[in-house]
């Protein structure tokens, strides 16, 4: 398995959390349905990672389940304000992450972060692990716990079931 740095920082915030290495390669998975078929899931089990600029320019993150999107509205009620679309720079410098491997967890600097109550409906998910090839399985409650986020609704149904 390459060992990218980013790789790396996902396998070092699951065993400081005490988690198993779960982590698998996989094709490249550009959408939540193309990695739900690579793992072989369903794909709300898949946690996407949705990344948003905030009033004052920092990053915020939304793992929602695949099936779902962010909306918009709900998201920004959350953040305290209206969100913008976070660009490239922005995620890789409040992460650490490339666009397409953006973890919930081995960020490189705090993030605010929200789950979708979706997520918790299942007793495995799926979640980037720092490479658009790379994925680690495991609870969403575990997620919540070593990521901070907070649980709340900020999703819309697009159901791509």
Not at 46 to 54: C, P
Not at 131 to 155: L, N, W
């Amino acid at each position: 398995m390459n060992m990218s740095k980013s790789l790396k920082r996902v396998r070092a915030a699951l065993q400081a959390a005490g988690l198993p290495d779960t982590i698998q390669e996989t094709p490249l998975a550009r959408t939540a349905k193309d990695a739900a078929d690579a793992i072989g899931c369903g794909v709300d089990q898949i946690a996407k990672s949705i990344v948003f600029a905030d009033t004052d320019g920092k990053a915020v993150l939304f793992l929602t389940a695949g099936g779902n999107q962010v909306d918009t509205i709900k998201a920004s009620v959350l953040a305290g304000g209206a969100l913008q679309k976070a660009d490239a720079a922005l995620i890789r410098a409040q992460t650490g992450f490339a666009i397409g491997g953006v973890s919930p967890i081995g960020h490189l600097n705090p993030i605010r972060a929200w789950i979708d109550p979706r997520l918790f409906d299942f007793a495995q998910i799926w979640a980037a692990a720092g490479t658009p090839h790379h994925v680690f399985g495991t609870h969403a409650e575990e997620i919540e716990r070593i990521s901070s986020a907070q649980r709340a609704d900020f999703t819309v149904q697009t159901n791509l079931m």
